[in-house]
């Protein structure tokens, strides 16, 4: 759909977030004519003037009574292809800066590696967040599943790199020639002390 013909001022101006594009700027009539010739999704995000909140197009159309009023973000796709945009703008504008960003992100991380629960732990926290929302608002099954899949997941990597562990060293002990020790009926092997 091509914007509208009666340009509005900026302030009614109306623009459409659609698969990671702005379009417009659109009249509220124009917006309300696409929608039911089927141009715009109800789920396409609306942006009114320069105010920089999005919110679906549903949303604007039938405003419910009593919701809360926060801004709702962009879909994933539009928000890395606004990072990228950005990122390239900031690279060719003020590179050491963001150099600089970089080096100090690429060393908290390097740090962060020698504890790796501090790389995992937060996500799993917001996954379990989430889970706990979802259970409070009528989602019980969703909800529960997420909480399952959260406690599951550093089990089913322990056991893992367990076994990992186990057949690196019974590889190290058949390579200096010691017998290898029988996991499966005694369970992880016994070193000798000093070894690990």
């Known amino acids: 759909m091509e914007s509208s013909s009666q340009t509005p001022p900026v302030e009614d101006a109306l623009y459409i977030l659609k ?17 039911e010739r089927g141009e715009f999704s109800p789920d396409d995000l609306v942006q009114r003037g320069e105010v920089p909140i999005w919110q679906p197009v ?9 919701s809360p009023h926060w801004g709702i973000t962009p879909d994933w796709n539009s928000i890395v292809t606004w990072a990228a945009v950005r990122l390239r703008g900031d690279m060719l504008e003020g ?29 799993f926290a917001l996954a379990v967040l989430a889970g706990v ?5 009528g989602r019980a099954v969703p909800g529960l599943a997420l909480l399952v899949g959260v406690a599951l997941v550093p089990v089913l990597f322990s056991l893992v790199t367990r ?17 290898a020790p029988d996991v499966k ?11 690990e």
């Open 58 to 66: 549903k949303r604007w159309l039938e405003p419910a009574q009593g």
């Open 19 to 35: 698969q990671g594009k702005i379009l417009g700027p659109f009249t509220e009539s124009a917006i309300h004519t696409a929608v």
């Open 133 to 137: 929302i979802a259970m409070r608002n």
């Open 163 to 179: 076994q990992k562990v186990v057949a690196d060293r019974t590889d190290i002990m058949a390579a200096e020639g010691e017998a």
């Open 95 to 123: 590179s050491v800066i963001v150099g600089g960003v970089c080096a100090a992100i690429g060393t908290v991380v390097a740090i962060l590696v020698h504890w790796p629960a501090l790389l995992w732990l937060p996500w």
């Open 185 to 195: 009926a005694k369970g992880l092997p016994k070193f000798a002390e000093g070894e």
